[in-house]
């Protein structure tokens, strides 16, 4: 990883958990804006990025301890089914996302980030809230 001037002066920055949770949500929901807006107006399906969303779904409900099954998490990445279970299963592969036996109900599986996978997005919404704080301080001065 390429540390920032600031990280080789102060060393890494630690964004609080719940910080980065109120991020990844904010960026889904903008997804989704951008998404109706942009197809409302230019039609398709142009915008949509279904492994983002499914990564972006886990970290949020992983961060609140909440168990995601592969049904939800479908349906938060906005494709049909057969699409997501596509990129669910990419992912897995990859070793991004985590697939455990749903302990309620043998016949499911339940989703979660791998610890790569959770390092990876912390990683990047750091450097995306670090980047918000940066232009924000630029535009007010």
């Known amino acids: 990883m390429i540390k920032t001037s ?3 002066k102060d060393g890494p920055r630690k964004v609080p958990a ?3 949770t109120a991020l990844a949500e ?3 929901q903008v997804r989704r804006r951008r998404e109706a807006l942009m197809t409302a107006r230019f039609g398709g399906d142009i915008f949509s990025d279904p492994a983002w969303d499914i990564i972006l779904d886990l970290y949020i409900h992983n961060s609140r301890n909440q168990d995601v ?3 939800s998490v479908c349906a938060a990445s906005m494709v049909p089914i057969t699409t997501a279970l596509r990129y669910v299963t990419v992912l897995s592969e990859r070793g991004l996302i ?3 036996k749903n302990p309620k109900d043998g016949r499911s599986y ?3 980030l791998s610890a790569a996978g959770l390092q990876a997005i912390e990683e990047l919404l750091t450097d995306v ?3 918000l704080e940066t232009s924000a301080s ?3 001065a």
């Open 18 to 20: 719940h910080d980065l």
């Open 98 to 100: 985590e697939r455990t």
């Open 26 to 28: 904010k960026m889904y």
């Open 6 to 8: 600031s990280e080789a």
């Open 138 to 140: 630029h535009a007010a």
């Open 129 to 131: 809230d670090e980047g």
């Open 69 to 71: 099954s592969v049904t």
């Open 110 to 112: 339940l989703l979660r």
